[in-house]
Structure formats: C-alpha cells, structure tokens
C-alpha cells in the first residue's frame, strides 16, 4: 500500500504516442502500428480579473494647441501667392516676367505657379517662332540667354539660333558680367552636335574668370559658384537654400 501511493503521488507524465515497429507480412499489405498513450490532466491557473475603473480622460481632451502666429503665416503665404500671380499677369515686359520665374525657380517656389508660369513661357515661345523678340534680344543678351535657358528647362525645343545673334561677341572686350553668365549657364543646356554653344560656354567662362577681380563681394561670389558648378548641376533644394541667403543681399 505504501508502494502503491507513493507511485500515485508522482505527477503524471506528458501525453505522448510511441510508436512500436513495424511488421509488414511478404505476403500481405497490411501494416500494423501499435501506439501507447500516457494521459495526463493539466492544471489551468485562474486569471485574475482587473475590474479597473472607467478613466477620467476621455476624448473630449485630447486636442491640438491654437498657435495664432500659425494662421498669421498661412494668410500673409496666400497673400503673398495671390500678389506674385498678379505680377505675372499684369507685367507687360516679357524679361521681367522671365526674371521673376527664374526667381521663383531657384527660390524653390516655383511649384506655386506652375500654370501660371506654363502660360507665361507658351506665350513667350510662340513670339520667339514668329521671331517678335529678336530685336529686343539683339540688345540684350542676358535676356536672350535667359530666355533659352527657362525654354529648354520647362520643355520647349527652342533652337540654338536664338543665341545665334552673338556669334560675333568674340570681337573685342565684353563687360557684360551679367549678360556673359546668363550665356554661360544657358550653354550646358546645349544638345549633341550644337557646338556653337561650346564655343560660347568656352568663350564665356573665360571671359568671366578675367572679371572676377574687379567684380563686388556678392556678385564675385555668384560668378565663383557658377563657375565651379553651373546650375543645371546643382541639386534643386540645396541650391534653393543657397539662393535664398544670396537673395536676401541683391539691391534690386
């Protein structure tokens, strides 16, 4: 008897299936499997309920803070675009209106306007065909570069001939600083097989690196950066962080 509790006071043994050999008969197909099973009963342990109290906090506090200043910014931002869109509109000169969206480009806002600035540059490429502006770009030849330059860059397949016209500027000194780097950035802008935008990029670049010395601080540094790494090299957002600090010093 003690033999016997002492055996029924051992716990129980996990469930298992052992599985006995098998004995397949040459003659038969039959397979015989013999299996033994150890049963065992768990124990499950009761979970205890947490009857918390419903919390205090309910939605109704959870809320964003009212920053005044924030909705300041949105009003005069709207402001700002409604103004710029204006000026796009009503400006009569076409290089003015060149200008401002090559502001708006390396300012990094020109995503503001796109429509705005697609009618823009459409009307200006349609007087460009007609040959309208050539008399004006005759004159001008940074707003003749500019010009090439925004064309290409937004898409339009303006030819090279409209820089033709300067073909002959290898002739004597030129003192343009600002004519000569629009020409220079507009060359890397140039197609396989339009080579007389290398010889202008050539041209061009020499030309300002001998002006550098008498040029002012701020324009010399522009010149320097340009010349170093033209724009259409840039990467578009660190270039735009670079503008603005620039732009915050031009007089006009």
Same mark, same amino acid.
């Given at each position: 008897m003690a033999a016997s509790s002492f055996l029924l006071s051992l716990p129980?043994?996990?469930?298992?299936?052992?599985?006995?050999?098998?004995?397949?008969?040459?003659?038969?197909?039959t397979r015989v499997v013999a299996t033994t099973d150890a049963q065992r009963s768990f124990a499950v342990p009761l979970r205890r309920s947490a009857n918390y109290?419903?919390?205090?906090?309910?939605?109704?506090?959870?809320?964003?803070?009212?920053?005044?200043?924030?909705?300041k910014d949105v009003?005069?931002?709207?402001?700002?675009?409604?103004?710029?869109? +204006?000026? $796009?509109? !009503?400006?009569?000169q076409a290089f003015r209106r060149l200008e401002i969206i090559d502001t708006l480009c390396q300012l990094g806002v020109a995503y503001h306007f796109e429509q705005e600035i697609e009618n823009v540059l459409g009307t200006i490429y349609k007087s460009v065909e007609s040959m309208t502006n050539v008399e004006i770009m005759k004159e001008d030849l940074h707003y003749?570069?500019?010009?090439? +330059?925004? $064309?290409? !860059?937004?898409?339009?397949?303006v030819s090279q001939d409209v820089l033709n016209i300067f073909k002959d500027i290898k002739n004597g000194t030129f003192i343009d600083t600002k004519g000569l780097l629009s020409l220079y950035e507009a060359s890397y802008l140039a197609k396989e097989g339009e080579d007389m935008l290398d010889e202008m990029r050539h041209f061009a670049s020499k030309h300002l690196q001998e002006l550098t010395v008498s040029l002012e601080p701020s324009q010399r540094e522009h010149v320097v950066r340009s010349l170093?790494?033209?724009?259409?090299?840039?990467?578009?957002?660190?270039?735009?962080?670079?503008?603005?600090?620039?732009y915050q010093k031009m007089e006009n």
């Open positions: 129980c043994m996990p469930t298992t299936t052992t599985a006995l050999p098998i004995w397949r008969n040459s003659s038969s197909q109290p419903t919390s205090l906090w309910d939605n109704s506090y959870i809320q964003s803070l009212k920053i005044d200043s924030m909705e009003t005069r931002i709207n402001m700002l675009k409604e103004y710029v869109k +204006r000026t $796009l509109d !009503e400006e009569e003749a570069s500019l010009l090439f +330059r925004l $064309l290409r !860059e937004h898409g339009y397949n170093e790494l033209p724009l259409t090299w840039r990467t578009a957002r660190l270039h735009s962080w670079y503008f603005i600090h620039a």
